[in-house]
């Protein structure tokens, strides 16, 4: 076990902390500076560490050039659906796994998490021909199942495992009470569950607005892309290259994450902690 009651234990893994903290929160720092510098600062060949004449003009941009908002709009619905999706069938697909027995439960849930085993393209070279037969490309329905597809089996993998720790007997008194199974999962098992139920949705949700495989691949209308191509084809591209302008809409287009996590942080932790401590 780690002894930090030496200052030289002390000193070597604060050291480490801040290196750790510097990988993690210098390519935040970074874009937030250079979305309010011009261009004439960012493409100086020594690069300053903070905006040595601060402007606004990068965010004027974001919203003026493009379709950011539309973008914004267009990831919100597709991530959000997606995100709450997912997360009703791993509830009850979790559930399901942690607290029935029947023949071929332990196949499926294999199954389900063999899935993770292959690379993002790859599984996207399955469900192209897939989508296209059922006339779903280039639509948003599309790449929201396409979005389930991938996040389920993670998600359900993690409310069983939760919903394992649940005591046995607690759903035994209430089926002798006559409760059904449906009541005793909304009304007994859902309310102590809160934290893995928001953790998943959290998952769900970044992992989907954070795409750009997908949605490149899936979308090609201007008016149904979501964020990630919105900013790529909208900034850098084979003829232009607005760092200043791409730096102050991705700067925006976190802000819906941030203030997410911000609000639901509490039962995120809570839920990402709670097989160390139950």
């Known amino acids: 076990m780690l002894d930090l009651s ?6 070597v893994f604060a050291t480490v902390a801040a290196l750790i903290g510097f990988f993690l929160f210098f390519p935040i720092y970074w874009l937030a500076i250079s979305a309010f510098k011009g ?10 560490l903070w905006p040595h004449a601060p402007t606004l003009e990068n965010f004027v941009t974001a919203f003026t050039r493009g379709n950011l908002l539309l973008h914004l709009k267009n990831s919100l619905f597709v991530s959000g659906c997606a995100a709450a999706i997912n997360t009703v069938l791993a509830m009850y697909a979790g559930y399901s796994f942690a607290k029935f027995k029947y023949p ?5 849930m294999l199954m389900l998490l063999s899935a993770q085993v292959f690379p993002f393209g790859l599984l996207l070279i399955s469900l192209y021909p897939m989508l296209t037969d059922l006339g779903l490309v280039d639509t948003r329905l599309g790449l929201l199942l396409s979005y389930i597809v991938f996040a389920l089996p993670v ?3 993690m409310l069983y495992s939760y919903f394992s720790q649940v005591p046995s007997e607690l759903i035994e008194a209430a089926r002798a009470d006559g409760a059904s199974e449906l009541r005793i999962f909304h009304t007994i098992i859902l309310p102590v569950s809160v934290p893995a139920v928001v953790t998943v949705f959290l998952y769900g949700f970044m992992w989907s607005w954070n795409d750009l495989l997908y949605a490149m691949t899936l979308i090609v209308s201007e008016d149904k892309r979501t964020v990630g191509p ?17 730096m102050a809409a991705s700067l925006v287009a976190s802000a819906p994450i941030v203030v ?5 942080q509490r039962w995120f932790i809570q839920g990402v902690t709670a097989g160390s401590v139950k």
């Open 6 to 11: 030496s200052p030289a234990a002390r000193t």
């Open 155 to 157: 998600s359900t993998y």
């Open 230 to 246: 919105g900013l790529l084809l909208s900034y850098l591209n084979e003829v232009n290259a607005d760092w200043g302008g791409a």
């Open 104 to 108: 071929g439960r332990r196949a499926v």
């Open 260 to 264: 997410a996590f911000a609000f639901l």
């Open 39 to 48: 261009n004439a600062e960012l493409y100086r060949l020594v690069p300053t």
